[in-house]
C-alpha cells in the first residue's frame, strides 16, 4: 500500500516563497510519477506539477505556475519537493501529493497528473 506524508505549506505574502515536501512509502519499483496538485473552495482541483522518481525526469507544470514553481526529487528515494515562488492570492488552497505507481507518468489528454494514491494535504494560504 503507497502512503505519501507531505510536509511544509503555510501563509506567506504574495511574492513570497514555500516548500512543500512529500515522502512516499510502500512502492514496489522505481520510476514511479509524482507530484502535486491543489484545490481551492469553488475552484475545479487542478494538477500543478508531476515527476518521475528515482530519474528525476520528465518533469511538467501547470501553465499556471511555469517559471515560478519547480519540482524535485528530495533527499530519500521516493521524496519530491516543490519549490514555490512568486507566490499569489489565487495560488492559496489546499495541496495534495499524489501518485501513480509506474513506469513513469501515464495522463490523458492534456493533464498535467494523474493519481491512484494522495496525501492527506497541506494548507497554502497567500495574502495580498
Known amino acids: 500500500q503507497v502512503h505519501l506524508v507531505e510536509s511544509g505549506g503555510g501563509s506567506v505574502q504574495a511574492g513570497g516563497s514555500l516548500r512543500l515536501s512529500c515522502a512516499a512509502s510502500g512502492f514496489t519499483y522505481d520510476n514511479n510519477c509524482m507530484g502535486w496538485f491543489r484545490q481551492a473552495p469553488g475552484k475545479e482541483r487542478e494538477g500543478v506539477a508531476r515527476?518521475?522518481?528515482?530519474?528525476?525526469?520528465?518533469?511538467v507544470y501547470a501553465d499556471s505556475v511555469k517559471g515560478r514553481f519547480t519540482i524535485s526529487l528530495g533527499n530519500g528515494k521516493f521524496t519530491v519537493d516543490l519549490q514555490m515562488s512568486g507566490l499569489k492570492p489565487e495560488d492559496s488552497g489546499m495541496y495534495y501529493c499524489?501518485?501513480?505507481?509506474?513506469?513513469?507518468?501515464?495522463?490523458?489528454?492534456?493533464?498535467?497528473?494523474?493519481?491512484?494514491?494522495r496525501g492527506q494535504g497541506t494548507q497554502v494560504t497567500v495574502s495580498s
Open positions: 499524489a501518485a501513480q505507481t509506474g513506469p513513469g507518468c501515464v495522463v490523458r489528454g492534456s493533464s498535467v497528473l494523474e493519481y491512484t494514491h
Open positions: 515527476i518521475v522518481t528515482t530519474s528525476g525526469t520528465g518533469a
